[in-house]
């Protein structure tokens, strides 16, 4: 098994030839290094860590683990005014993206990024495909790529630099048109959000796909349903990599290498721990908490100790592909995440996507919690291409009663499914931003 392309490349920025544990050692003190460089920096530039930090000096901190005496950031405070954690002028800004919240009331939460920033994202790809193509490869990317600094635009400029033919496509509206430009363009490899990819797999077209022409698949997005990998995986006989990032962290964050158990992080750039949601106190090594990250060599907008909300854990055993590198468990969930149907049962957006996507045909769902008079109702819209609906209603509605926290809850008379509807329409829609469960149920 090859080791991850990420190792090298560390070493590499890193300006050593250590291997095995001394390298290990060589990345923690670059890492304690680039936090205390960070948190002068910060201070010294951006308005909001100016007040944060006040008295606090990067030289205080004598090893990795002091970080945890450092206060956190957390998005709401990027929401409340994003310039004051600008460490450079606004004419230094190469881009900016605005980020959708849920919520109408808070403001939008934007994030700035100098063209030196948005280089290291392009060096993270540029190294982190390595494990997915090879010189000569096509490569379609089924994301955003029409303006500079986007997803799809970096990465077309980073596959180029490993001699690979980035085809920029967007998202994917028309999945007909999108499988003829693989089968044209003879694609080996796909970059996408989840649903979309599925929505190729499940389409009638796919048969036109030549066995073995795709070679892998880059699932990219904050939760990606293990449903969803294993339905790709057996439609084309290809390794499927998940990738974890979001724009805070500088777009791109960890990837998995080849024996896509757990991402690597890239760690000359970012900084992890894992804490306990309630206390913010770490947890040992191997537990589950919450994902906070440091961003070690950004200058536009660094943050620092910034909560993300996504659950997950570091991984204590060795990778199989044998890196010193830290590996982190694919983050299957969000602390906000679910929502509570009564007696303390919670329902949330993984529950219902293993559930619910290893059903034939299925493109995507849409799922309602409202009140009835006493009662809460769940309710279900399946988007599919060919409607076998009844059939493929009856079985939705078996799996949904078979989820632990919908079966306590109808149980307990609090919860009752209404009839499933099926529908050919407007699946795309739903398809790019964040998948969530829509609360309409009344005040509680
Ligand atoms: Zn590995």
Not at 312 to 325: A, K, N, Q, W
Not at 383 to 407: F, G, T
Request: with cysteine; glycine share 8%.
């Amino acid at each position: 098994m090859e080791i991850t392309p990420l190792e090298p490349w560390i070493r590499e920025k890193l300006g050593t030839s250590a291997t095995g544990a001394e390298l290990r050692e060589e990345i923690d003190l670059h890492q304690l290094g680039k936090l205390r460089e960070t948190v002068d920096y910060v201070r010294t530039r951006s308005p909001f860590y100016r007040q944060l930090f006040a008295g606090v000096h990067g030289c205080d901190l004598k090893g990795l683990t002091d970080i945890a005496s450092l206060p956190f950031t957390a998005a709401e405070d990027i929401q409340e005014n994003d310039l004051r954690f600008l460490c450079v002028s606004r004419d230094e800004i190469s881009r900016i993206v605005t980020l959708n919240t849920s919520g109408t009331t808070t403001h939008a939460k934007r994030i700035h990024f100098t063209e030196e920033d948005l280089e290291l994202t392009t060096d993270l790809f540029h190294h982190g495909m390595k494990a997915l193509v090879r010189p000569g490869g096509k490569v379609l990317i089924l994301m955003p790529a029409d303006r500079h600094g986007t997803v799809g635009n970096l990465m077309v400029k980073a596959l180029r630099r490993m001699d690979v033919q980035g085809i920029p496509h967007g998202i994917v509206l028309d999945s007909g048109k999108t499988i003829a430009g693989i089968v044209e363009h003879e694609v080996d490899c796909l970059i996408g959000i989840p649903v979309q990819v599925l929505s190729l797999v499940r389409h009638r077209d796919a048969v036109s796909i030549p066995k073995g022409m795709i070679r892998s698949v880059l699932l990219s997005a904050d939760y990606v349903p293990a449903a969803i990998v294993r339905e790709i995986e057996s439609a084309w006989g290809c390794m499927v990599f998940n990738h974890y990032g979001m724009t805070e962290m500088g777009l791109g964050a960890a990837v998995d290498c080849s024996a896509l158990h757990g991402y690597h992080i890239r760690e000359a750039d970012l900084f992890f721990e894992m804490i306990d949601p309630d206390t913010g106190r770490p947890v040992p090594d191997g537990e589950p908490g919450e994902v906070v990250f440091t961003t070690l060599t950004r200058k536009g907008m660094p943050l620092v100790r910034y909560r993300t909300g996504d659950l997950s854990r570091f991984i204590p055993e060795p990778c199989p592909c044998g890196t010193v590198l830290k590996r982190l468990e694919w983050v299957r969930g969000r602390l906000q995440g679910g929502v509570g149907l009564g007696g303390g049962a919670n329902l949330t957006v993984a529950d219902l996507d293993e559930a619910l996507f290893p059903l034939p045909g299925l493109l995507n769902f849409r799922v309602e919690l409202a009140s009835e008079s006493d009662v809460q109702i769940i309710r279900v819209t399946l988007y599919c291409a060919d409607i076998h609906a009844e059939n493929l209603c009856s079985q939705a509605a078996k799996k949904l009663e078979a989820i632990p926290a919908i079966r306590t809850a109808i149980d307990n008379g609090f919860l009752a499914i209404a009839p499933i509807r099926a529908s050919s329409e407007n699946w795309i829609s739903t398809g790019s931003i964040k998948r969530k469960i829509i609360d309409s149920r009344e005040e509680r």
